[in-house]
């Protein structure tokens, strides 16, 4: 499970086929297994409008939408998190918020996402087609990851018609990488929303530890990181020529002192240290050996 929860959910193991009971057992695994969390479940509505109310249902719990088809779905209720799977042509409102800001959408078609004064920080959608979701504000918008999406719209209700709407899906993604090798179920991508609130859609990349970023911000951040590394060893430098250069401080008994190569490279570790002071050389002088280190007479 380590493992496979950063890849797309529906390359994860197929729902089709199975009974209501083993797909709720198979979502169950996504509910928060610290503290006390509930799921409540809406599987196999057709032509049905179901409005979830405020205080219906816990904080703590996680919606689950399974296997329903041409229905009109609105959560007001405050809840843990939002998730669906394998469902056709289905309007989902959401008024309550969402305590993770996570909203999870798979292996579906023909949906219409409305969000409304609410924070989506993490939206995933992933192996679905003619997807589409409208935020009543664009700040409220944060990023979107998805793999093998084809035909998606964000859109934003307080914009102008000519900003308001942003279209894109995976042959428009693999087109702006020529050359590269794409396994569609598996690429993910990430669309996120820059300074001046333009919408960016990029390759998504995973560092070790799982966490989302991209070329560019990895660009972004080596270079940044080689420029402080730089201005850290000018800064100290100059420490040292100022020192070097002021007696006064001299005097206080602030100097440099530098690595004896020849000598330091001659004594062993663990011997003991000339200095007299009945330690071993690493926890001792050779502690001070260290080339252009400050240290206090």
Known sequence: MEQSKHTPKGTQASLDGLTEQEIRRRLATYIPQKGDHDAKYLFGLENETVRI??????????IFISNCQDCDLTVDAVTTKIMMVGCRNIKLVL????????????SCQEIQLEVNEI????LQVDLCSNFHAQYSRRKLFHKMIWAAVENYTLSFKDDDALLSSYSNGYDEMIARYPGEEFQKNIAQFIDSKEEDGQIRSEKLLRLQNGFPTTEREQEEFNQKSERNQKLAEE??????????????????????????????????PNALCSCNSRKKYKKCCGMKAAPGVMVAS
């Open 53 to 62: 109310e405020q205080g219906s249902v816990d904080k703590k719990t996680t």
């Open 95 to 106: 008024n309550g918020v969402v305590l993770t800001n996570s909203v999870e959408i798979w």
């Open 119 to 122: 924070l989506v920080a993490t």
């Open 235 to 268: 800064h100290y430098r100059g420490i040292i020529n100022i020192v070097e250069k002021d007696k006064d401080l001299q005097k206080l008994g602030i100097k440099t002192v530098k690595r004896e190569t020849e000598e330091t490279e001659k004594i062993k």
